[in-house]
């Protein structure tokens, strides 16, 4: 199975994890799609058995792992060598981080072994991958919302959690740095954050609330009033 016929690993939602039942396959699928760390089950060989929404995404983008006929492989060459090497310590029931030699948003995977037969040995290889931002935007968004923020105070607080100086943010928004500055001070008093940091570090452990649920093959679309 190349990677443009998805097929069964659905481009609409997580992978089907056969023999639970249409409604223990809709739950599960559902309940994976909602975690923002991709998640991507594979046999100790590498093929893909599951992956959930986020974790399609990272493979979707093939700058760090890619599928070729159903397997999973590194992107370059050059990361073979440990991409297999973390493969076969995560078959053997050991724990192993492979970065990649990439620019990616998310460089780097966690594998480890997560399904044992009656013998105790590995069949099945979890990877995890980073999350693709510090903050969901409607996690944000709501953040912003409960604690009465502007909308110019939410895009500021956005583009803190995108890692822009308050000189980036003013040049981006065509206004002065001193403005920028007086809608942090703001931020900060609504959210009674002493600083930037403890506000960034509060944002950071915000539960995901995902834009748009995928399982079951069909898209669904969250409105959020």
Not at 31 to 36: G, H, K, M, R, Y
Not at 202 to 219: C, D, E, F, I, K
Request: proline share 3%; aromatic share 4%; charged share 20%.
């Amino acid at each position: 199975m190349g990677f443009n016929d998805l097929g069964e690993i659905g481009r609409a939602g997580t992978t089907r994890a056969r023999g639970l039942g249409s409604v223990a396959d809709d739950l599960f699928g559902a309940l994976l799609d909602e975690i923002d760390y991709g998640l991507i089950v594979m046999s100790r060989d590498a093929q893909l058995t599951l992956a959930n929404a986020a974790g399609q995404q990272f493979l979707s983008t093939g700058a760090c792992l890619r599928l070729i006929d159903g397997h999973i492989a590194p992107a370059k060459s050059a990361s073979l060598g440990k991409w297999r090497r973390a493969l076969e310590l995560a078959a053997r029931g050991g724990r192993r981080m492979v970065v990649f030699d990439t620019d990616a948003a998310i460089p780097a995977i966690a594998l480890c072994g997560v399904a044992l037969d009656d013998g105790g040995n590995v069949e099945r290889v979890l990877a995890i991958t980073g999350r693709a931002s510090s903050c969901e935007a409607l996690s944000l968004h709501n953040f912003g919302r409960e604690h009465e923020l502007t909308p110019t105070e939410q895009r500021v607080l956005a583009a803190l959690t995108a890692e822009h100086s308050p000189a980036e943010i003013a040049r981006i928004h065509g206004v002065s740095e001193s403005t920028v500055r007086t809608q942090i001070k703001s931020v900060l008093a609504k959210t009674q954050a002493p600083t930037i940091r403890h506000l960034l570090l509060r944002v950071t452990r915000l539960p995901p609330v995902r834009s748009m649920a995928v399982g079951g093959g069909n898209n669904r679309d969250i409105a959020w009033n």
